[in-house]
T-cell receptor
Framework: DTGVSQDPRHKITKRGQNVTFRCDPISEHNRLYWYRQTLGQGPEFLTYFQNEAQLEKSRLLSDRFSAERPKGSFSTLEIQRTEQGDSAMYLC???????????FGPGTRLTVT | DQQVKQNSPSLSVQEGRISILNCDYTNSMFDYFLWYKKYPAEGPTFLISISSIKDKNEDGRFTVFLNKSAKHLSLHIVPSQPGDSAVYFCAASEDSNYQLIWGAGTKLIIKP
């Protein structure tokens, strides 16, 4: 299967701890996106990369959040000093440069206790 | 301020009939619209898209209609099948910005 993969699928952490999620996009795709989804809502854009360059960040992405895509392949999303409000599904997607058809991974469900 | 709205949280349709899912938007700069389907515990799956230069796009059982003057789009599924039961999201983007803005989703239930 050469789709988008995310690891871990589930993460339970205590408030104040740091967590890191990984996304492996479809290998030919230049763009990689991070979204957050809460219950009953559509995904909310967080940030996106074109190759290794982070081109846009949402105001939702506070200074506790950081994302990297060091070699233009996989990406990591780190949340420092987690808060209960960070509990959500974190989705990663990838696409070609000239396409808005984004392909999503299964998501990482974060629960902050 | 929701730029993309799906006003029906759920929709129930008989198998074999037509399912019509609706979506409204407020941002006149949107010029690319997409529909995604999502099953529980999975990420959204791309279904069909339409550019603002068109008013209809068809792919098998799925057709998307765009009414720019009304800022409204709809997804038609004909005939509806049990496997179509899922949450359907409408999303939109501007030409030079591939950030997708999403609606809250409509849960479609296909009754046998």
């Amino acid at each position: 299967d050469t789709g988008v993969s995310q690891d871990p699928r589930h993460k339970i952490t205590k408030r104040g701890q740091n967590v890191t999620f990984r996304c492996d996009p479809i290998s030919e795709h230049n763009r990689l996106y991070w979204y957050r989804q809460t219950l009953g809502q559509g995904p909310e854009f967080l940030t996106y990369f074109q190759n290794e360059a982070q081109l846009e960040k949402s105001r939702l992405l506070s200074d506790r959040f950081s994302a990297e895509r060091p070699k233009g392949s996989f990406s990591t999303l780190e949340i420092q000093r987690t808060e209960q409000g960070d509990s959500a599904m974190y989705l990663c997607a990838s696409s070609f440069f000239d396409s808005s058809g984004q392909y999503f991974g299964p998501g990482t469900r974060l629960t902050v206790t | 301020d929701q730029q993309v709205k799906q006003n029906s949280p759920s929709l129930s349709v008989q198998e074999g009939r037509i399912s019509i899912l609706n979506c409204d938007y407020t941002n006149s700069m949107f010029d690319y619209f997409l529909w995604y389907k999502k099953y529980p515990a999975e990420g959204p799956t791309f279904l069909i898209s339409i550019s603002s230069i068109k008013d209809k796009n068809e792919d098998g059982r799925f057709t998307v209609f765009l009414n720019k003057s009304a800022k409204h789009l709809s997804l038609h599924i004909v005939p509806s099948q049990p496997g179509d039961s899922a949450v359907y999201f409408c999303a939109a983007s501007e030409d030079s910005n591939y950030q997708l803005i999403w609606g809250a989703g409509t849960k479609l239930i296909i009754k046998p």
